[in-house]
């Protein structure tokens, strides 16, 4: 688990000392803080409505979708909704699509929030049935909502760049190579994740 700053910096510690280069990052940029987000279908539907727009923008479309359907959302109002309907709730068609995808994935108790599989593949693969959920929306969910601590994006571009600075690679490195890169810091494969973000947006304290 990476859910507070202790278990994240037994993590972190536990990665340092198998690949230097982190061990350097920290000294400096700090040590990341945990990121926590709740669990559950919202934190879900706030990724679907967030996808390829501004901050502003979803925060924006978050606050017509609470106005229409609830602060928690009325997953069967939402699943009976026509695409105009979603549409006054500032979605698209597509992100309507999406939406209703997860309402009624849930509520048929194909997708259980409260009992994703332990293992990390079996939990991935349950959360991309939901329309607009892809690997990397999934592993976020599961790294940051469930603070599972193997769980590692490696198609993040960020991890990819800033891994790929900390290890002396002058180009963004492929995916493939970067979950090859990361299988010896297993089980604590989040944790170089949430380094890589920390010092990919970080200023140097020295």
């Not at 549409?87 to 259980?112: C, F, I, M, N, T």
């Not at 929306?137 to 760049?161: H, K, M, N, W």
């Amino acid at each position: 688990m990476v859910a507070t700053q202790a278990s994240l910096d037994t993590a972190l510690d536990a990665i340092a000392g198998v690949e230097p280069a982190f061990a350097k990052t920290m000294e400096r940029f700090g040590r990341p803080e945990p990121r926590v987000r709740p669990t559950g279908h919202v934190t879900l539907l706030r990724t679907i409505v967030g996808q390829q727009v501004s901050v502003a923008a979803a925060s924006s479309m978050w606050r017509k979708l609470e106005a229409k359907y609830g602060e928690d959302p009325d997953l069967a109002a939402m699943a009976a909704a026509s695409d105009e309907e979603m549409r006054e709730a500032g979605l698209s068609r597509q992100k309507a699509g999406y939406a209703r995808s997860l309402a009624r994935l849930v509520l048929d108790g194909e997708v259980d929030f409260a009992a994703l599989p332990e293992d990390d593949e079996a939990a991935i693969e349950e959360l991309t049935k939901i329309k607009g959920i892809g690997r990397w929306s999934a592993e976020i969910y599961l790294l940051f909502s469930e603070c599972r601590a193997d769980v590692f994006p490696a198609g993040d571009l960020a991890v990819q760049v800033e891994l790929g600075r900390i290890l002396g690679r002058e180009e963004r490195p492929p995916e493939k190579l970067v979950r090859q890169w990361a299988e010896p810091w297993s089980p604590h494969r989040g944790a170089a994740a949430i380094l890589a973000w920390h010092s990919y947006n970080a200023v140097p304290l020295d």
